[in-house]
Structures are given as C-alpha cells and as structure tokens.
C-alpha cells in the first residue's frame, strides 16, 4: 500500500516539475534568456588579469574596448572613440571618444576613463598581465579634456587601433588599491558593454543582463546565461534537448551527429585557430643559455624539415579532423586571408616518406641496425581528441623514417609545463589568431624566450631566427599596409622553411544554435563567420530570439492545462486513496 | 596436526587430486576454457591481423559503419575494424592484467610473510604501511601515480600492483600466522631451522595456495582496473586495449554517434574475461582451502 501511494506522489512530483517553468511564466513578463554552454573555466574576471578564452570572452560583453571590429568584414569601426588620428610622425594619436555614451550604471563615457585604464597599465606592472604588450610601446596617455585621449608612443606603432584592451570605469576603479586582489565581481558590474554581470557561480553558471544603456542599442533579448558542463558531449547533448541554445567547439563527430535534427541549425565557420607541432629547435633563454632536454638532433633544421615533410598532412585534415579544417601552411588561417600565406610551388614541401629519408641520411642521421635512427618523444594533451588520434598518425608516419616516436599524454597543466620548460621534443599547440597579425608573429621573436629564470616571455616555439626578427621590427613600423602584408607573408614563409613548428591544420569552428528559440546570430566575417570567439561580441549582441508571440503563449497553454489537471486528477486519487486505506485500517483495528 | 600438509600434498603436490577436484566444479572448468580461448587469441590472432588493417594511416573504410556484412563489427572513428580490435586489445588487457597481478600477489606476499613470521617492530611498520594503503581509495591512487609517472604500459601494470597488495598482504599474514603456530613449525625451529628454512620450506608451500588462488582473482580486478584507468585516458594511447577502445569511443563521440558496436564489444570482452578469471579463482579455493 505505501509503495503504491508513493509511487503515485512521485508520478505528481515529476508531473509538477515539468510544469513548473510554465507556471513561472504565467506571472511576471519572461524574460528571454540565450543560454549558452560552456567548458572552459574562468581564471578570473578582472580584464587585467583574465588570459582564458572564455574569460576573454565574457569580458567583451562586459567592456568596449576604444576601438572595435566589424562584424561583417573586421575592418576597425567605432569602439568607445569614434574618430582618430595619427600625427605625421605616427608617434602621436589623438582618439575623440563623442558624448553621449554611458556606462550601465548611468554615468557618462569620458576621454578620463580610457586615459585612466592605459595609465594604470603603464603605472601597474600587475595590470598590465593580460593585455601588456599593447602597452609596451606607450610613453604617456593623456586626457586633454573629456573627449580627447592623446596616447605618445616611442616608436611607430601599427597595432594602435587594435588595441584590444577592455576599458574600465574611472569611478569604481580608482577606489581599487590592489588590481591583483580585486575579483571584479561586485555584482551588478559595472560596464560599456552590452551585457552587465549580474551572477557568477564559479564551475556552474555566469549571468549577464542586457546593459539598457548600452549606445549601441540595448540587445534584443533580456539576459545571457553562461551553463557549465563537464565536456562537449553533454553540452551537445543538452543542446539537442533544448536546454541550451548555443554550443561551439565541437568535435566532427558531434557535429555530424546534429544533421537533420529539428531545431538545430548548425555552423560550419573557418576558425581563427591553428593546430601546430612544435619541434623543439635547441631551446634557450634570451641569453641564449639552452634550457631544457630536447634531442640534439632536431637543431638541424634538415631534420626538422624532414620531420615536416613526412607528415601527410591531407590525411589528417581528412581522417583527423574529418574534412573540417584546412590544410596548415602559414601563422595566419585563411580566415585573414590579407594576410595569409600559402607556399608557392617552389616552396611547397609536399608529403614525400622518401625524401625524408634520404635528407636524414645526407644529414648524418643513418639507420642504425634495427632501421631506427633516434627516438623522440611527442608531447599532448590527454582528453583531447585531436591529440589522441593525431599522435597515432604521427607515430606511424615517423616510424616510416625511422624515428620511433614515444607518445605521452598529459594533462593541460603538465603540457604547460613540459614547453615551457622545453622538455619537449615534440608537442601539440595551438594559437587563435587576431586581426592584426602582430601578436601571433611577435610569439616567434628571440625577445619572447624566457629569462635566465625561466620565467617571463611567451615563446611559442623557442624559435629565434635572425632573419625572422628583422622582418618582425620591418612590420611594426610599416604604415603602408600593402608593403606590411608583404613583410608579414614573408616572415611566415621563413617560419615555414626553418620549421620550429609545423602548422597542421586550421580547425573549423563548428557551432551549432536552437534556431527555434533563436532565429538569427550575427556572425563575424557576414560570410563563413563564427557566433562564439569573435573578435568582438556581435555573435552575442545580434542574437534575435524567434517568434516570441507565438512560442511564449500560445502554444504552452494548452500543455499548462492538461498538466493542471492532470496534477489536480492524481493528487484528488491519492488523496481518497489514503483516505480508505486509513479507513480500512481502522476499521481493521 | 599434519592433516593440512597431508593434503596439501595429496591434491596439489601429486596434482591428479588437485586436478580432479576442480573439474569437479563445472564453472570453474567453463571459466578456464573460456581462458584458455582468450589466451589462445591473444596470443596467435595478433599475426593473422594483417599490419595495415590497425594502421590508421593506412585504412581506408569509412568510419562509423554499422555492423554489416564487410565488418560485421562495424567500424570505428578511424574505419578499423572493431572485430580486429577487441582481438588486438586481448593482448594487452591480459598482459596488464596478469603482471599487475603478479606484482600485486608478489608484494602481497612478501609483506604478508614478513610480517606475519618476524613480528614485533617490522610487522608494526609493515602492517601501518599496509592499512595506510588499504584506507586509501585505490582507484584515487592509482590515478595519482599514472600521473605522476610517465604514461606507458609500465606505469599502468605499476599503478595497479601498488595499489592492490594490501588485500593479499593481510591474508597472507593471517594465514601465516596459523601455520606458524603449528607444532610442526615449533619442532623445525627446536631442530635447528632458521628463518629462511622456516619461511622456506613450511610457511611458504603452506602459503602458496591460497596465494595462487589470490592472484587469479586479483587478475580479475586488475583487468578491471586496466580498463578503467584507459577510459580515465591515463593508459598508453598508441596502445589498444579494451578499456582504450572504450575510452576512444567515448572521446570520439560514438554516444552521440549511436555507435554501440564501437562501446558494447570491449565491453562484453571486459565482462567476459573477468567472469572466467573469477569463476576459475573460486573454483580453486574451494579446491584448495584447508578445511578443519
């Protein structure tokens, strides 16, 4: 009997459960919520110090940077200062930032604000952690009144209108006496973005509001939710119940599995990320003092040539990343494709085991009895699929000239470690581009290996290359952008032929959205664009929800109903249930 | 008094008693055929799979294909056969199993007799360092040290076989204990026998069965733990073994997939072997627990 009458409550729970959102809703007006899902941790929310992605990520809906980039074609466009201009020297800019703009509390947008963020950078050395480099070059900012910013650099500076630094309110951060405590989470937080943070809940959720004096125009839904999940499987699977709305980074095979499911659009952007293969080129410090364990061997660059050439490329892109990628070449993904490069035929080192070979022999490297010519050792992540079964291609591909490769996965952590520690010989990584090319090339300059210490400078490779840094310091200063474009191709092509890494694959970002609960996502490029990791918040801000009238009302009424009643039938037969039960019983006694 | 060694020596030292008395248990006997096949398979199957055919660099079917007539388990995320590879992952998931389990036994052992024959101080440090592991979770453990030390087949067979002695180590204590407090022991001593012809010719042959029907059943769990410890994504991924292929199922998305032939087949294989190791490792204690 008391099986049976819990049983039948539980039934009423569930039942009341599910109709409780609708119930919900009935009172006050719903707010549209986008609901996305998100893997990544957030290291911090101060844009001072936030390196993550996804930090990054939420830090463009929380703050305009004075500049920005459009969304149908990123050239720059008006950020918080609508109007610039360099001196005839490029040494000075002059940024007028219009009245009129507010912060989401209400106060005005003024030229203190931007001149106050650029000066505790250059007067902070913890401010400056995330976004330093745009700052380096700077010798004073000042407000000269409350429209104009004029920044003073020493040397010319190319990057000066992708400075991609999030602005901050003069009124609440002057009160802040240590930016390295300061969490930035004094909820609401106060912003020039598009959205406000309102919640955060560390390993579970981020909630944003629609910032309603944003000058743009307030957004066209009411709040922003961020949902955590443990990996992409369940978040791909939460978003083909329609728990969430949008997902990005999937796997091909999660992509795939979307196809033809109601309610789901799906889209196939070229991403702005590159897979490469480090190969360790003799690692040292800016002293040049070597660091690190990495087999002699590969400081021939015959052999890191021989390395690149062995590697069928084609294939991974086509067994791999099952068709969604491109063919790595140059530093930029095609998605720039200003400032892409491709090696001509001359330069092409096309997949030859053969010739590999025979360049290993004629370095000095011969088979020894066993048919191995020296082990390495490859580096990845465990977890990532990419790298699991990359790491099975290579080993084969390299034991087919005779280097036995031992494969190790480790954790993002250790990976960390291991190159920066250079106890690599080789290892996978992977960079998201910027507009401006700058900050990916500047990776590859002698200046970015670390300290004697160890520490300070972020090589990606330990690539230094006399020839390479010319070109660098060529680039910055070069103001004719057709004659820059032709520097930074160069560069790339001198990092394709000395090989400290080979670029594998440019990775399409494969997103996918509920187009039944949103319609239409502004992508960054119009054509081919990405909705989530933009250089920008467009993907966001754009969103437009679908058909309110007819979703929010109509058709959850009659459900509503049932539900009711069908709650009011059961608790009603449960009730009377009980009632004899308790009757009989006492008549029993 | 020598009842146990009598026979101790009439079923396992002569063998035909120690043998018939487990074909009498008909379990045990189907759980050693079924051993026996699996070794068999592990052993010979691995040099009639031609190379290229695991090679992902060299097949060329379509990934994700439903079982059929071609491969009639499917494919994989990389078109191999999973038919090829539930055959080529036997080989390592028994590898790791038995040597884990040998090294687990072996501790277990070495542990259990020390500190049951010496007493006093040593067994006090002993016995601390085995509960130590034995309230530690082992799986927790196991986890840390494939960690910690470079990834390989090795790292595995070491983090299972120091994480699943302690078991064995107090077993064999107990059971040390009681031999040692048997007369025959107390007469080999009076005679003049030292530790060594004590622990060696009377507690270790007392010892050994219930050691050998340990290591069978630690096999078990230690294919178990192998399996696990790949799906963590903490074995040697150019390796396959059942627990790897289950890992990479999941990795690549054959739920979302719906692909059941890539996770249902190592997984019966998991459940398979380890039933047969279990039903063997009963089977012999019952054979060979003295009963008083």
């Known amino acids: ?589 | 008094m020598t009842g146990f060694r009598t026979r101790w020596f009439s079923r396992v030292g002569r063998g035909d008693g120690a043998v018939g008395g487990f074909l009498a248990h008909r379990a045990g006997v189907a759980g050693a055929v079924v051993l026996a096949v699996a070794a068999l398979v592990a052993v010979i199957a691995p040099l009639f799979i031609p190379a290229d055919a695991l090679d992902v660099t060299r097949v060329s079917d379509a990934p994700w294909q439903a079982p059929g007539l071609g491969h009639w388990l499917g494919t994989d995320h990389a078109g191999r056969s999973v038919a090829l590879l539930v055959v080529q992952g036997a080989g390592t998931s028994l590898f790791v199993g038995l040597t884990a389990a040998v090294l687990s036994v072996g501790i277990g052992t070495l542990v259990g007799i020390v500190s049951g024959h010496f007493g006093g101080l040593a067994a006090g440090v002993l016995l601390r360092v085995t509960d130590f592991f034995l309230v530690l979770p082992a799986l927790v453990l196991a986890i840390a040290l494939s960690t910690v030390l470079p990834r390989g087949l090795g790292t595995i067979v070491l983090a299972i076989g120091l994480t699943s002695w302690p078991s064995t180590a107090r077993m064999v204590r107990a059971q040390t204990l009681t031999i040692e407090a048997r007369p025959f022991v107390e007469r080999a001593r009076a005679l003049g026998g030292g530790h060594g012809h004590v622990i060696g010719r009377h507690v270790l042959p007392s010892v050994l069965p219930l050691v050998l029907v340990n290591a069978t059943l630690a096999v078990a769990s230690a294919i178990v733990a192998e399996s696990t410890l790949a799906f963590l994504g903490l074995g040697d991924p150019t390796r396959i073994s059942w627990g790897a292929m289950v890992h990479q199922a999941q990795l690549h998305g054959a739920v979302p997939q719906r692909a059941w032939w890539y996770l249902l087949p190592p997984g019966l294989a998991i459940v398979v072997v380890v039933l047969a190791f279990t039903l063997v490792g009963r089977a012999l204690e019952a054979v060979v627990t003295p009963k008083r």
């Open chain 1, 1 to 589: 009997m008391r099986v049976k009458s819990s049983a039948l409550l539980a039934i009423a729970t569930t039942l009341g459960v599910s109709a409780a959102p609708a119930t919900a809703q009935e009172q006050a007006p719903t707010p549209v919520i986008l609901k996305v899902a998100i893997t990544q941790q957030i290291d911090s929310m101060n844009p001072f110090l936030a390196v993550f992605q996804s930090s990054t990520e939420i830090g463009r809906l929380m703050y305009d940077y004075l500049t920005a980039y459009a969304a149908d074609d990123q050239r720059v466009t008006e950020g918080l200062a609508n109007r610039w201009e360099p001196s005839a020297d490029k040494l000075t800019w002059t940024f007028t930032v219009p009245e009129g703009k507010k912060w989401s509390d209400g106060q005005p947008i003024t030229a203190q604000d931007v001149a106050f963020t650029y000066n505790l950078m250059l007067t902070d050395e913890v401010a400056r952690t995330a976004n330093g480099s745009f700052v380096t070059n700077f010798a004073s900012v000042a407000a000269t009144d409350d429209k104009t910013v004029v920044v003073k650099t020493k040397a010319p500076q190319v990057t000066m209108l992708a400075l991609d630094i999030p602005i901050v309110p003069k009124h609440v951060w002057e009160k802040v006496t240590s930016v390295k405590d300061y969490t930035n989470e004094q909820m609401p937080v106060v912003g020039s973005g598009p959205f406000v943070l309102t919640e955060h809940v560390a390993g579970q959720f981020i909630k944003l509001k629609a910032n309603k004096n944003y000058w743009r125009g307030a957004a066209k839904y009411d709040e922003l939710h961020f949902v955590y999940f443990q990996n992409s499987d369940a978040a791909v699977q939460a978003l083909a119940k329609g728990e969430v709305d949008l997902v990005n980074r999937m796997a091909p095979a999660q992509y795939e599995s979307l196809e033809g499911k109601a309610g789901v659009t799906r889209n196939k952007a070229q991403g702005r990320r590159f897979t490469e293969l480090l190969i360790n080129p003799g690692a040292q410090t800016r002293t040049g003092e070597p660091i690190g364990d990495g087999n002699p061997a590969l400081k021939d660059v015959r052999v890191r040539r021989a390395i690149a050439q062995a590697i069928d490329l084609d294939a991974l892109v086509s067994r791999v990343n099952l068709g969604y990628a491109e063919k790595g070449a140059g530093l930029v993904p095609p998605v720039f494709d200003k400032w892409h490069w491709q090696p001509g035929t001359s330069e092409q080192r096309e997949f030859d085991p053969a010739a590999a070979n025979a360049a290993l022999d004629a370095a000095g490297f011969p088979r020894r009895p066993d048919g191995t010519r020296f082990g390495l050792r490859l580096i990845g992540r465990a977890g990532r699929a990419y790298d699991e079964q990359a790491s099975e291609y290579l080993k084969r591909s390299m034991s087919e000239i005779g280097i036995p490769l031992d494969v190790r996965l480790v954790t993002d952590n250790q990976l960390n470690e291991v190159t920066t520690a250079a106890t690599y010989d080789l290892a996978f990584s992977g960079w998201a581009t910027n507009v401006d090319p700058d900050f990916i090339l500047s990776l590859h300059t002698c200046a970015q290996r670390p300290g004697a210490d160890g520490k300070g400078g972020t090589t990606d490779a330990y690539f230094c290359d006399e020839t390479y840094d010319k070109l660098y310091a060529q680039q910055l200063s070069e103001f004719d952008e057709g004659k820059r474009v032709e520097i930074v191709k160069q560069m790339q092509a001198r990092f394709y032929d000395q090989v400290p890494a080979v670029v594998l694959a440019y990775e399409n970002a494969l997103e996918a959205y509920r187009s039944d609960h949103f319609a239409r996502f502004t992508t960054q490029p119009a054509e081919g664009g990405v909705i989530m990791a933009q250089n920008g918040m467009w993907g966001y801000y754009g969103a437009e929800p679908a058909g309110r009238a007819a979703q929010s009302s109509g058709s959850r009424w009659p459900g509503l109903v049932l539900g009711g009643v069908v709650i009011a039938g059961l608790v009603v037969v449960s009730v009377l249930y009980a009632r004899r039960r308790n009757a009989t019983a006492g008549e029993r006694e």
